[in-house]
């Protein structure tokens, strides 16, 4: 991967926000993979009471977030992907949103970014060295980067979660505030038993030069997050909620049930004061005043921005405000999370492919034709298509089927997780509920033919079947079971109907290699962590190809023998609090050789990214 990276003009269209997708040059080979994230986000500023809303960037707005003002107040840094969807880089602009110019721009996450009080520096977060989110400093003036928390002394257990968030400079320049989960455990939501992670964080501060760490605020089980410093320098605030509720605040359905306040404390002497109290999740805090402190509440009928001194709220839907230096006006984000549509082009991050966003469960026939569960943009039936878009095809339609309607809207019923057969006449899948949904309903292994004839259920039904991946030699459907009873990976002989048991560990995903010789599954090998392993048709050799414990799984073979898979082992790119309607935020695509080597990163967002699929290049 091209880690290179730049500080240097970029052509004036991009500032414009004019449009630079093309289509894949025919040389290239795609990289089909999903991501969950908002799909729009446009800048906004108004008065502090709300008024004379306006949008910040006029005609020049693509997709931006994450906005600070600059020390005088007559400037604004934000993060766009004016570049590519999903890469993030930082711009600075005039508030009249004239003057865009890139301040950090590259393969790598840049975001957060915060100028010092004398505008000479400016302190940001990024993954460009190695792909963990550290906080940078950047001096205007010479182009010198440093990695202000790269130090040994600095960082933590490089096994363990280590990511640095959301700097905040002091108002006489010489710290930086900063929220860090350095040192703390991995751990799944619901008492560990969750697929996704948690994420507990402490406040942190350290010398503009990278010495004198300390940690300032900290509280076993919870999350501290966002700090802001005082005008006077001498306390920080920041949002407090229970580390389970990180979990909570990123799903539609719970945000509204999470309560966190703000507080603040004296740096010198940790004495912390509870700035808010009652339900509601408060987050973004920023000191108006002294006395005075703004902040953001997210989800529920009371949403909109808040101060402490009691004045009425601005009610509205926004995201990540940010008020001026005379707290006079406030800016901030509005997000849109409309499915990406089939094929659109997202920033690639290896020039050998071109990067295209695909519906979920992506696999391609002998004959280039590919399958996907149409779950982001239809109502999770199967849908068939060539490789351009063509010749689109509801093979299975769900809808009349039994399952539950409302299920089937959430995208928690449906046809999951197609599979050709090797002669791509046939496509395996499961139907029925998942997710959560698996512990009360049922799921049951299914066949079709590619027109969509001959419907055929391969198991009963009493036990919950799914994600099955058809054999070399097309004779045997390898898929999962779920039940409190029985779990594992299971064998069917589609002449005999036989089932024979391959494992009965926690499995799932199964997916056959090319060459019929091996299998491909994520195994959860204790109460956090998931793996990805391989195991023969017989069930023997089992091997481990991974062993970080942030997360590795949703693994399939590419058609030259790779693994690619989705992994976590680089930890959260931002407070994991702060995203909306999405899972594992930290989720990247790598791909690995078949016996575990070769490991190499392909995708660095901010974003969740899953599912690959490689088609050659034509």
């Known amino acids: 991967m091209d880690r290179r990276h730049f500080l240097a003009a970029v052509p004036a269209a991009l500032m414009a926000g004019k449009a630079m997708a093309a289509a894949p040059a025919s040389s290239k080979g795609v990289m089909l993979m999903n991501r969950i994230g908002p799909s729009s986000s446009e800048l906004y500023i108004a008065n502090a009471d709300g008024s004379n809303e306006r949008k910040l960037l006029q005609g020049a707005s693509v997709f931006e977030y994450h906005a600070s003002f600059g020390p005088d107040g007559k400037s604004v840094i934000f993060t766009s992907e004016r570049l590519g969807d999903g890469q993030s880089d930082l711009f600075r602009a005039n508030l009249d949103g004239s003057g865009i110019q890139p301040l950090v721009v590259g393969s790598a996450v840049d975001d957060s970014g915060e100028l010092s009080p004398d505008g000479s520096r400016l302190a940001f977060v990024s993954t460009r060295q190695g792909y963990v989110a550290n906080v940078w400093i950047l001096d205007l003036k010479t182009k010198r980067l440093t990695n202000l928390t790269g130090a040994p002394e600095v960082q933590g257990d490089p096994s363990l979660p280590n990511g640095f968030f959301r700097p905040a400079w002091s108002p006489d320049g010489k710290q930086i505030a900063f929220s860090s989960d350095r040192n703390t455990d991995w751990r799944g939501h619901h008492e560990g038993k969750g697929w996704e992670h948690t994420q507990e964080l402490s406040i942190y501060v350290i010398g503009a030069d990278g010495k004198g760490l300390r940690r300032v605020a900290s509280k076993p089980g919870y999350c501290l997050g966002s700090p802001k410093w005082s005008p006077d320098g001498k306390r920080v605030a920041f949002y407090e909620l229970t580390t389970e509720d990180t979990w909570f605040t990123r799903r539609p359905d719970t945000v509204g049930g999470v309560t966190s306040q703000i507080v603040s404390v004296d740096v010198a002497t940790g004495e912390r004061v509870e700035l808010t109290s009652g339900p509601g999740f408060k987050l973004f805090p920023q000191f108006l005043s002294d006395d005075v402190v703004a902040y953001q509440r997210k989800g529920g009928p009371e949403e909109g921005l808040y101060t402490t001194?009691?004045?009425?709220?601005?009610?509205?839907?926004?995201?990540?405000?940010?008020?001026?230096?005379?707290?006079?006006?406030?800016?901030?984000?509005?997000?849109?999370?409309?499915?990406?549509?089939?094929?659109?082009?997202?920033?690639?991050?290896?020039?050998?492919?071109?990067?295209?966003?695909?519906?979920?469960?992506?696999?391609?026939?002998?004959?280039?034709?590919?399958?996907?569960?149409?779950?982001?943009?239809?109502?999770?039936?199967?849908?068939?298509?060539?490789?351009?878009?063509?010749?689109?095809?509801?093979?299975?339609?769900?809808?009349?089927?039994?399952?539950?309607?409302?299920?089937?809207?959430?995208?928690?019923?449906?046809?999951?997780?197609?599979?050709?057969?090797?002669?791509?006449?046939?496509?395996?899948?499961?139907?029925?509920?998942?997710?959560?949904?698996?512990?009360?309903?049922?799921?049951?292994?299914?066949?079709?033919?590619?027109?969509?004839?001959?419907?055929?259920?391969?198991?009963?039904?009493?036990?919950?079947?799914?994600?099955?991946?058809?054999?070399?030699?097309?004779?045997?459907?390898?898929?999962?079971?779920?039940?409190?009873?029985?779990?594992?990976?299971?064998?069917?002989?589609?002449?005999?109907?036989?089932?024979?048991?391959?494992?009965?560990?926690?499995?799932?995903?199964?997916?056959?290699?090319?060459?019929?010789?091996?299998?491909?599954?994520?195994?959860?090998?204790?109460?956090?962590?998931?793996?990805?392993?391989?195991?023969?048709?017989?069930?023997?050799?089992?091997?481990?190809?991974?062993?970080?414990?942030?997360?590795?799984?949703?693994?399939?073979?590419?058609?030259?023998?790779?693994?690619?898979?989705?992994?976590?082992?680089?930890?959260?790119?931002?407070?994991?609090?702060?995203?909306?309607?999405?899972?594992?935020?930290?989720?990247?695509?790598?791909?690995?050789?078949?016996?575990?080597?070769?490991?190499?990163?392909?995708?660095?967002?901010?974003?969740?990214?899953?599912?690959?699929?490689?088609?050659?290049?034509?």
Not at 320 to 337: L, N, Q, R, T
Not at 343 to 368: C, E, M
Not at 449 to 474: I, M, Q
Request: charged content about 25%; proline content about 6%.
């Open 309 to 618: 001194d009691g004045k009425p709220p601005i009610k509205r839907v926004v995201r990540s405000p940010v008020w001026s230096p005379d707290g006079k006006s406030v800016i901030y984000e509005k997000v849109g999370f409309k499915a990406r549509g089939q094929f659109k082009p997202l920033y690639s991050w290896d020039p050998k492919f071109d990067y295209l966003h695909t519906d979920v469960f992506p696999v391609v026939a002998g004959d280039g034709t590919l399958a996907i569960t149409e779950k982001q943009q239809g109502n999770s039936s199967l849908v068939t298509m060539n490789r351009d878009g063509s010749n689109r095809r509801v093979v299975f339609e769900v809808e009349g089927r039994g399952l539950d309607p409302v299920l089937l809207k959430k995208g928690l019923a449906g046809a999951f997780m197609p599979g050709w057969s090797p002669d791509g006449q046939w496509l395996t899948f499961g139907m029925g509920v998942w997710f959560q949904e698996r512990t009360k309903g049922k799921a049951t292994l299914m066949r079709v033919r590619r027109d969509g004839t001959d419907y055929e259920p391969l198991t009963d039904g009493t036990v919950h079947s799914g994600f099955p991946s058809y054999s070399a030699d097309g004779k045997e459907i390898v898929f999962r079971v779920w039940g409190e009873s029985e779990k594992g990976l299971r064998v069917i002989n589609l002449d005999t109907r036989q089932i024979r048991v391959l494992t009965t560990g926690y499995d799932n995903l199964p997916f056959w290699s090319p060459d019929g010789k091996r299998i491909v599954f994520t195994r959860k090998v204790d109460a956090v962590n998931f793996d990805v392993f391989t195991i023969r048709p017989d069930g023997s050799d089992l091997q481990r190809l991974t062993t970080n414990r942030g997360n590795d799984g949703h693994a399939v073979w590419s058609a030259d023998g790779r693994i690619l898979f989705s992994t976590g082992m680089y930890g959260f790119r931002e407070e994991a609090a702060l995203y909306d309607n999405t899972f594992q935020p930290y989720g990247q695509i790598m791909v690995m050789n078949a016996d575990g080597t070769g490991k190499r990163l392909l995708t660095d967002s901010l974003w969740e990214d899953s599912m690959p699929m490689y088609l050659p290049a034509k």
